[in-house]
């Protein structure tokens, strides 16, 4: 499985756009581009996934660039229940492929 | 929408003793995974099983064991307790097709005493 990268921590204004960024430079053809976050010690809850093209869904959107070296996650409007620590995942296209948490963002969004 | 249950949701246990923590998948969901986190630490895969058959497995200690019964629901027996196996345990589950997302679900918090 492909390692991603991302910062640490970010911070956002309630309101604003966070946009969170994910390094995957080894990801492999057939790996998908999977973002989750987990908000105080829930279960990790799924945001999105693409392959290639840019995806949006009612949670977020998801900029994949076209060497699909990195990525970024957008939350349009953040809100206070945004903060989490958000993860993002090279997988697999095999529903048996597991999900591998690396140590993600976390996400604080202030008033 | 149904999710993924997970229970008990708390279980309090002493040193030695052993644990079971099961697991219902979303109906149709053929496939479940097994996760631990630690405190201030990020979910680490354990073990998954795919058709009531193990598919892959993580760093799970051998006083670990898991399977998968026919109506697809999991258990993951813990013996020999230890203080360090304190943890979150979430079970995932995803349903037979490519590029589908797995759903966690809330998490049994297990503390060894």
């Known amino acids: 499985d492909a390692k991603t990268t991302q910062p640490p921590s970010m911070d956002c204004a309630e309101g604003r756009a966070a946009n969170l960024p994910c390094n995957h430079s080894?990801?492999?053809?057939?790996?998908?581009v999977y973002w989750y976050r987990q908000i105080h010690s829930q279960g990790p809850q799924y945001i999105i996934h693409?392959?290639?093209n840019n995806e949006t869904n009612e949670m977020a959107s998801l900029i994949i660039t076209e060497d699909r070296k990195s990525s970024t996650l957008i939350l349009p409007h953040a809100t206070l229940r945004d903060t989490a620590v958000y993860y993002c995942?090279?997988?697999?296209?095999?529903?048996?492929?597991?999900?591998?948490f690396g140590t993600g963002t976390r996400l604080q969004v202030f008033p | 929408a149904a999710g993924v249950i997970q229970s008990p949701r708390h279980l309090i246990k002493e040193k030695r003793e052993t644990a079971t923590l099961k697991c219902y998948p979303i109906?149709?969901?053929?496939?479940v995974y097994w996760y631990q986190q630690g405190p201030g630490q990020d979910p680490q895969f354990l073990i998954s099983?795919?058709?009531?058959?193990?598919?892959d497995k993580g760093s799970i200690p051998d006083r670990f064991s898991a399977q998968q019964f026919s109506d697809y629901h999991s258990e993951l027996n813990m013996s020999s307790l230890e203080l360090g196996d304190s943890a979150l345990y979430f079970c995932?589950?995803?349903?037979?097709?490519?590029?589908?997302?797995?759903?966690f679900g809330q998490g049994t918090r297990l503390t060894v005493v």
């Open positions: 995932a589950s995803s349903w037979d097709s490519m590029n589908t997302e797995a759903f």
């Open positions: 080894t990801i492999s053809g057939n790996e998908y």
């Open positions: 693409g392959l290639k």
């Open positions: 995942i090279a997988r697999g296209e095999d529903n048996t492929d597991k999900l591998i």
């Open positions: 109906p149709r969901h053929d496939t």
């Open positions: 099983f795919y058709e009531k058959m193990q598919s």
